[in-house]
């Protein structure tokens, strides 16, 4: 176990600035980096610093980020899901990562989970400069994920959605879906994830509860799956057999598509399960063994 240090850390991005913390273990010079953030409508604060300090205590630095738009990082409208803007601040923090004097820039792994586990999966496919992604639940195909959407609240999400993207041209206050509800429309409206997604929530930190509704009109068009026969560095892939937002069968067709260069596991589990208890250990030892393997503490 190694001692550690956490540190503010904020990156300018255009007009804006990303919000993050920078977890350093002591005693080693040049520690090997890990680069993390939430999925869909999640602050850092939400279950992600749980990983951040096994990770840093085993001798990982870690940076921790909120994307613009979202907790301590600046931006508005508040609380808006982007995937443009997202991918745009993972390139922001990797650029960033590169370009410190404390820490091994020839060690980048990148760490996604859900929504952002789509992003790393399409940032490896892209970039030449990383050395592992590690993912678990990570949202892979939005054309197939949309299949799991209640029929009966599907043509009122479409509605809102495009009503909320089209004001946005206009200057239009935006048009805003909840995030989760026991009985009416919202992003995850499955039967697990209102519970599952207010088990993660840290009542600590402020948010609505809500994002503006144009994301889902865009989470349909993304796909990472289309991108991943282009990685070429190790990818650790942890998929959710019971998982109501995702589809088993996606997951299984994206490990395929990414042989030989993915560990993949799937375990008998929900979606948001791997944030608690047993689950989370194993998930936590899982990537350890993967990180030890291949990247090492030195």
């Known amino acids: 176990m190694h001692a550690y240090t956490v540190e503010p850390l904020y990156v300018k991005s255009g007009q804006d600035v990303i919000a993050a913390d920078f977890y350093r273990p002591k005693h080693i010079e040049k520690p090997a980096v890990i680069l993390m953030a939430h999925g869909l409508a999640a602050l850092r604060h939400f279950k992600l610093m749980d990983y951040a300090k096994r990770f840093a205590a085993a001798g990982y630095a870690v940076i921790l980020f909120d994307y613009r738009y979202w907790g ?56 030449q400069n990383l050395q592992a992604v590690m993912v678990q639940i990570p949202f892979v195909d939005g054309a197939e994920s949309v299949k799991q959407y209640p029929l009966h609240y599907l043509p009122r999400a479409l509605k809102l959605s495009s009503q909320d993207y089209m004001g946005s041209k206009v200057g239009m206050l935006p048009k805003t879906l909840e995030v989760v509800h026991p009985t009416d429309l919202c992003v995850m409206p499955t039967p697990d994830s209102y519970d599952g997604y207010l088990s993660i929530v840290n009542s600590d930190y402020y948010w609505s509860g809500a994002i503006p509704a144009r994301i889902f009109f865009h989470l349909i068009r993304y796909r990472p799956i289309q991108d991943v026969r282009n990685i070429r560095i190790p990818v650790l892939f942890i998929a959710a057999q019971k998982d109501s937002l995702i589809p088993i069968e996606s997951s299984r067709e994206t490990a395929t598509n990414l042989a030989p260069f993915a560990e993949y596991h799937e375990w008998n589990i929900k979606h948001f399960d791997i944030y608690h208890g047993e689950w989370f250990e194993k998930a936590i030892a899982t990537q350890l063994d993967f990180l030890h393997q291949h990247i090492g503490v030195r």
């Open 72 to 127: 301590g990082s600046t931006g508005r409208p508040r609380e808006l899901v982007s995937i443009s803007a997202q991918l745009e601040d993972w390139q922001t923090m990797i650029a960033h990562v590169k370009q410190r004097k404390s820490v091994d820039t020839k060690r980048v792994v990148l760490w996604g989970t859900s929504l952002s586990g789509g992003h790393v999966l399409t940032l490896a496919a892209q970039m």
